[in-house]
């Protein structure tokens, strides 16, 4: 299924991978973007949708010293966002702050309120504390995975615990549960792995190859979905997670993100390296899970299909929903294009 493109378009300079919903911000639907140039200065967009929603509009532009890898903002300050960053020799990664008074600068700098220097391994991605106001982030790199406080008045952050994937698993990202706070599942080549942050110790593997993505369904707690290179995406209950309870095509070629909707039930997003976005409706039927259906693999029944959204001309990295507007969702091709769309038109025939 394919529709006429009805997104709003908005340009970035330079190629990018990273776009983060600014859910903090309750009076605009506003997009964090990060660019990807090896050679030239890279900028962070705060981008902003019109109130007719109509247009895009760049509320804010900042230098940003290196290539950026992961970006996500702050979810209970507008203002302060991560990155993961690449010199093209080594790897970092900081929290920042824009400027109070930014609109008023001639050329706004962002503030570093720290950096999150660990001894070992490659920075992957960067996650925030779940559900309201908390002081605790977690790094994921390609070796161990690290709890850290954040002291923002003080502008420091210190490894609270942490703990080694082992030899056998490179970690490459991850996602914090938002029903149970003590929990975090990480990616890597071969599998899912849970930690508990509490002890920082595994709990839990689930088999899978080339998962890319991870996103956990924002309603219905042991809910959580993946994308893979080549099963496409998944869907796993975590109390039976021999195989997945659910399974949608995906992507002509690698699926490479996958984001549940944070209102609407079943409604999932994935991007790939095909140039497409699709929109997924995920019948999540808990009460039909039992034993006996956890021993068969899942079977595809009718085409989940809502829609493909394919006006790009590169790969997609980058894609969020809009926790303000949540009909709304932003994606990001490698050759800097964010587009904007709504889904309204689909989820009204849910």
Request: charged share 20%; proline share 5%; net charge negative.
């Amino acid at each position: 299924m394919q529709a006429v493109s009805s997104g709003i378009g908005y340009g970035l300079k330079y190629q990018a991978r990273c776009i983060s919903d600014v859910k903090a911000d309750t009076d605009h639907t506003s997009f964090l973007a990060g660019t990807l140039s090896l050679k030239e200065e890279n900028e962070v967009h705060l981008i902003r949708l019109s109130s007719s929603g109509t247009e895009l509009f760049c509320e804010g532009l900042f230098s940003h010293p290196s290539e950026i890898w992961d970006l996500v903002s702050c979810p209970f300050d507008q203002r302060i966002f991560s990155t993961v960053y690449s010199t093209g020799e080594s790897y970092g990664a900081a929290i920042w702050q824009i400027p109070e008074l930014y609109g008023e600068l001639n050329s706004p700098q962002l503030e570093k309120i720290t950096s999150l220097e660990t001894q070992s391994g490659k920075i992957k991605c960067i996650l925030w504390w779940p559900t309201g106001r908390h002081d605790k982030l977690i790094s994921i790199n390609d070796e161990n995975l690290c709890l850290w406080s954040l002291d923002v008045s003080k502008k420091t952050a210190e490894v609270q615990s942490q703990d080694s994937a082992g030899i056998l698993h490179k970690l490459s990202g991850g996602a914090w549960d938002p029903h149970d706070v003590n929990s975090v599942a990480a990616t890597c080549e071969s599998s899912l792995q849970f930690w508990d942050v509490r002890t920082m110790k595994k709990t839990l593997s689930i088999e899978c190859s080339h998962v890319r993505s991870v996103d956990y369904h924002p309603r219905k707690s042991n809910i959580l979905v993946t994308a893979e290179h080549e099963s496409g995406i998944r869907i796993w209950d975590l109390r039976k997670p021999k195989v997945p309870i659910q399974e949608l095509p995906g992507h002509t070629h690698w699926t490479w993100i996958v984001k549940c909707n944070p209102e609407y039930d079943g409604i999932i997003l994935s991007a790939g390296t095909d140039s497409t976005v699709n929109l997924w409706s995920a019948s999540i039927n808990l009460d039909e899970l039992t034993t006996e259906s956890q021993a068969e693999p899942p079977v595809r029944g009718v085409d989940p299909l809502l829609n493909t959204y394919s006006d790009y001309e590169d790969s997609i990295y980058g894609l969020t929903w809009s926790s303000r507007e949540p009909w709304i969702f932003a994606s990001l091709s490698y050759d800097g294009r964010v587009v904007v769309e709504s889904v309204k038109p689909f989820i009204s025939k849910k």
